[in-house]
């Protein structure tokens, strides 16, 4: 019974320190294989003329990812052992034509013919006349007397105009003085909202200045200064070529890439040729970048960070006074 015991113990062990060493070995994988990466580009002068192509790669190209750039056209391709995904966007947005509307017109219809006179009597004639008289005499009456409501109209709305402004006249000036008093109000609030804002600020600034001032802060800023150093001088391309000529259309543009270049001018500077243009909008020349990121170098610039006493301090401080 002890030896079929021990024997199902010796399975179990052998079948975890599989597990255990497989997820070893994967941790390594992770850590230690670099995904290397490839990048070119050309351009002879024009937006409409560059080309350019990324390349990203891991565990013998088990993982691979492909970005290409060409004719305004950008396309792109992933792979994962056996499989693979692939598309294409074109850059350039073709304007459609709007089609023009069909109109329907109209169709009138013909006038209907006029009937044809009859020939009246004259005793018809004279009716008809002294109809068209009465029909005159009572036009002529009905706007006397619309002229003579409008004009009673006028002297009510008159008479009711000049009631109102006796009466807005003594209220306008209560209005006024109470306007006046809301807005003495509101400039007194905002003086005190300024005068409390700049109390704070200055307790903020001493506050800040004495956090800056610290030997601790000084020291956890130094050390997070020569980490990230490090960090970057390990990814640094191992092989890097460019050689461009940049232009924008407005030279402030252009000054400000430059200005933003210069940073990394002390990784590249031997290696790459930059010439700015400022009396023209061009961008010319070729470039070509290889390297490899290993996953090790982060774990490594987080775990020194972590261990270091100054940082964590300042970290709690960092929390504390944002509270």
């Not at 070509?288 to 006493?309: C, E, M, P, Q, T």
Request: with cysteine; hydrophobic share 35%; net charge neutral.
């Amino acid at each position: 019974m002890l030896h079929i015991l021990l024997l199902v113990l010796k399975f179990i062990g052998i079948i975890i320190a599989a597990i255990l060493g497989i997820l070893v070995l994967l941790a390594c994988i992770v850590l230690f294989v670099p995904v290397r990466y490839e990048i070119q580009g050309k351009s002879d002068g024009s937006l409409e003329s560059i080309k350019g192509k990324i390349r990203v790669t891991w565990l013998l190209h088990l993982f691979s990812a492909d970005v290409y750039y060409k004719e305004k056209c950008l396309k792109w391709r992933i792979r994962i052992a056996f499989w693979k995904r692939t598309s294409g966007i074109r850059a350039d947005v073709t304007e459609k034509n709007d089609k023009g509307g069909t109109r329907h017109e109209e169709k009138q219809e013909p006038d209907s013919e006029n009937p044809k006179d009859v020939p009246k009597k004259p005793e018809d004639l004279e009716a008809a006349e002294e109809m068209e008289e009465n029909e005159r005499i009572s036009e002529a009456s009905k706007e006397v007397e619309e002229v003579l409501e409008e004009t009673i109209e006028k002297e009510s709305a008159d008479a009711e105009k000049s009631e109102e402004n006796a009466e807005t006249s003594e209220s306008e000036g209560s209005r006024f003085l109470q306007k006046i008093k809301s807005i003495c109000e509101k400039i007194k609030y905002t003086f005190r909202n300024i005068c409390d804002k700049i109390e704070v600020f200055r307790e903020k600034k001493e506050k800040l200045i004495e956090f800056v001032e610290d030997e601790t802060h000084r020291n956890a800023f130094a050390r997070i200064k020569k980490e990230l150093f490090r960090y970057f001088g390990k990814l640094k391309p191992k092989k890097l070529e460019a050689q461009i000529r940049y232009g924008f259309s407005d030279p402030y543009y252009t000054g400000k890439t430059l200005a933003y270049l210069s940073v990394l001018y002390p990784f590249f500077g031997e290696h790459a040729e930059i010439i700015p243009d400022f009396e023209q909008k061009i961008l010319k020349g070729r470039l070509y970048v290889k390297g490899r990121i290993r996953a090790s170098h982060f774990v490594h610039f987080v775990w020194n960070l972590f261990w270091d006493k100054n940082i964590r301090k300042s970290y709690r401080h960092i929390k504390e006074f944002g509270a």
